[in-house]
């Protein structure tokens, strides 16, 4: 996550950063080889991102 934001340098606003790491992690999520227990992780998503989230029923 580090080396994703500094690469970047800065953000026009807290929702672009957020944007950013969400698709890191589901573009990490894919290579990883092991399962990622994401229950926790997927309910703050669905809480953040709403209906734009594809696990939410929202």
Do not use: C, H
């Amino acid at each position: 996550m580090r080396k994703i934001i500094k690469t970047r340098g800065s953000f026009p606003n807290d929702d672009a950063a957020l944007k950013l790491l969400y698709l890191a992690i589901k573009n990490a999520g894919l290579r990883w080889r092991r399962g990622v227990e994401w229950t926790a992780a997927m309910g703050q998503f669905a809480i953040q991102f709403g209906s734009r989230f594809p696990g939410s029923a929202r």
